[in-house]
């Protein structure tokens, strides 16, 4: 495994992986969900390369972009045996003096975590779109945890005529259902007992499809008021929206995404669920 830390140096070495090129993206302090990208990545390519990168301009003035968990020599130890390459730039490297340029999406990107987090998906696209032109990857891997993301990483990628395929694996979950994230890292144990209730919401919501119900209002209310009850929740959205086009929904028609945003304490967690 070969850990590069400049653009130039990629580029080259690039040149001489064995093709398919797998490529994870990720902001690091790795865990199992992002280990399971990985070797998804490992089965279907002849090279995995995965970048670790915490990117400045995805965070809001006031999120945690100074306080993000970073432990680089774990990270390194975990891919080690399932990696060709990681790709570790600087922030300055990849936003030298003078970077003005920005990749966005349209419509889509202003809902859900769009709305909550201003500028976000543009950060994410720009920083997408640039390691994408660096490692040329045949396939990007991405998680459904983040299921926004994912969607519009796909649209940027046809709209662009970008010539990869962009895959999306399963949410990795820890064994009450909390959905793995380097963020959870942030939750002391009695948050952490608490924000099983996001899970435990999106299965109640799981339930009443199976059980035929279908307005979208009745699911959203009764989910809100599962997290009420947990005090050291905080809701901040609660979505069911078509899964494509994340407009919300009157009547959940498969396939539906079931999404939301709760803080829990200071820290904002996300979750999601497909209705099909
Ligand atoms: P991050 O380091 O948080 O930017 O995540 C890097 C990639 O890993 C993104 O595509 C995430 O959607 C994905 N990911 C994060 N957590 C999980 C999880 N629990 N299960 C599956 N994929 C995940």
């Known amino acids: 495994m070969k850990v590069i830390e400049s653009i130039a140096e990629m580029r080259q070495l690039r040149q001489q992986l064995r093709e398919p090129v797998g490529f994870v993206p990720t902001m690091g302090y790795l865990h199992k969900g992002h280990m399971s990208l990985v070797r998804q990545a490992r089965n279907e390519n002849k090279s995995v390369v995965v970048s670790i990168f915490v990117n400045p301009t995805q ?22 045996a399932v990696t060709d390459i990681v790709f570790m730039p600087s922030v300055a490297e990849m936003y030298p003096e003078g970077f003005d340029s920005r990749v966005e999406v349209g419509e889509i990107t202003g ?5 909550s987090r201003p500028g976000h998906f543009r950060g994410v696209t720009t920083v997408v779109a640039k390691l994408f032109n660096i490692v040329q990857p045949t396939k990007a891997y991405f998680g459904q945890k983040d299921a926004q993301q994912a969607v519009i990483i796909k649209k ?7 010539n990869l395929e962009v895959v999306t694996c399963p949410t990795v979950r820890e064994p009450d259902g909390l959905a793995m994230s380097s963020r959870n890292t942030y939750l002391n144990p009695e948050e952490r007992r608490a924000a099983a209730v996001i899970y435990g919401s999106l299965k109640l919501a799981q339930e009443r499809w199976s059980e035929g119900e279908r307005n979208a209002d009745r699911i959203r209310k009764e989910m809100t008021e599962l997290i009420e009850k947990e005090p050291l929740a905080d809701i901040d959205y609660i979505s069911i929206a078509d899964a494509e086009s994340l407009e919300e929904l009157d009547r959940v028609e498969p396939p539906a995404l079931v999404s939301m945003a709760v803080r829990i304490g200071k820290t904002r967690l996300i979750d999601n669920m497909v209705l099909e």
Do not use: C, I, S, V
Request: proline share 6%.
């Open 111 to 115: 809902r859900l975590e769009g709305a």
């Open 59 to 80: 965070f809001g003035p006031k999120e945690d972009f100074k306080g993000y968990p970073r432990d680089t020599q774990r990270d390194l130890a975990m891919l080690e």
């Open 156 to 162: 940027m990628a046809a709209d662009l005529d970008m």
